[in-house]
């Protein structure tokens, strides 16, 4: 289970590095902080949207994409390990579980208050354009990775599996 939770550290990385560049350039954008104080952003900032959303499905673990995967790895990783006794991976298991059905939740009400609330168009605001080629070229280029391990894992898998377990079996 160890490299296998290794490279799924690594998978996460992707979706969680573009989620806080898109967060970041809403706040440049906006300069709001609160999710209450946004909404309506999908209209005007489309591309924003799409990758946000996008980024924000494959962090729910949606098939076709790396958190999809990664979760995968995790439970096979302990339902398969040897080194856990079967209440120990009971609760693994239901602690991962509990999880997956609290990130939807967030992540959904949080998609919904900032693209679709009603809060945003009351204010005007001098920033508040779409994302520009720059932006878009880094949100696509982390974006083509989650998509890729997502469809075809076996890529990373032969190039990290053999030098994870080389590592880990120096300190196991």
Do not use: C, H, W
């Amino acid at each position: 289970m160890g490299a296998y939770g290794l490279v799924r550290i690594n998978m996460e990385l992707f979706i969680g590095a573009a989620l806080f560049f898109l967060a970041g350039t809403g706040y440049d954008r906006l300069r709001l902080l609160y999710l209450d104080q946004m909404g309506g952003m999908a209209i005007p900032m489309p591309k924003i949207f799409t990758v946000f959303s996008i980024l924000s499905m494959a962090s729910l673990a949606l098939p076709g994409m790396s958190g999809f995967v990664a979760e995968l790895m995790i439970f096979f990783g302990i339902l398969t390990s040897q080194k856990y006794l079967l209440m120990t991976k009971i609760l693994i298991i239901f602690l991962n579980t509990i999880g997956i059905i609290l990130t939807p939740i967030y992540s959904l009400s949080m998609l919904r208050q900032m693209f679709y609330g009603y809060k945003l168009f009351n204010t005007p605001n001098s920033y508040f354009f779409d994302s520009g080629p720059r932006e878009l070229f880094i949100s696509i280029s982390i974006l083509i990775p989650v998509i890729g391990i997502g469809i075809y894992p076996d890529f990373i898998f032969s190039f990290s599996v053999d030098k994870v377990e080389a590592i880990l079996s120096n300190f196991f």
